[in-house]
């Protein structure tokens, strides 16, 4: 029972860091994509932690929180349709252990998601931005490109979280 106590308050800490972090990002322009990406960083720490539901519990209770209570929804939304729920997806396709599939699932992933973001903007904001639809196939490669880095980038950081964090306490 102490040991879920203790699980349970390490995923509510994770969640209120991320919610912190998305509001800071709605209320700091100059640093929004990277703290919201930084906050998709806490649902890797839940899955590392407790595993693929404390992954997904921190990243509902923090997207749903977020989309309730922070003024300006745009980080919120992209952490529940992205960066909050994209280490949850990672976790899941890199189990099976084959690069190839692995790489074509995650852009896949990718692709999917900025299309609903591109049909979401369209739905929305259409009349504003005629002319960025024209350019979508060079934000899907360049997108493609960018995530790429970013996948590759986080998983480095998952290992050195692993290596060096993860392992001291449970040394303790």
């Given at each position: ?37 930084i906050a998709g960083m806490t649902t890797a720490l839940g899955v590392i932690e407790s595993g693929l539901t404390g992954g997904f519990l921190v990243w509902a209770a ?111």
């Amino acid at each position: 029972m102490k040991m879920r106590a203790k699980k349970l308050a390490r995923l509510s800490l994770m969640t209120a860091v991320s919610f912190v972090l998305l509001y800071l990002a709605s209320v700091i322009p100059s640093g929004k994509l990277a703290l919201t990406a930084i906050a998709g960083m806490t649902t890797a720490l839940g899955v590392i932690e407790s595993g693929l539901t404390g992954g997904f519990l921190v990243w509902a209770a923090a997207g749903a929180v977020s989309l309730i209570l922070i003024p300006s929804k745009d980080s919120a939304i992209l952490y529940t349709v992205f960066f909050g729920i994209y280490p949850v997806v990672k976790s899941l396709i890199e189990r099976l252990g084959k690069i190839w599939l692995e790489w074509i699932l995650k852009l896949a992933f990718f692709a999917g998601m900025l299309t609903v973001c591109t049909l979401v903007f369209r739905e929305f904001f259409a009349a504003y931005a005629t002319g960025i639809f024209s350019l979508l196939t060079v934000v899907y490669l360049l997108g493609a490109a960018v995530f790429v880095i970013y996948d590759i980038g986080f998983s480095k950081l998952i290992a050195y979280y692993m290596s060096r964090i993860a392992n001291r306490g449970k040394k303790n």
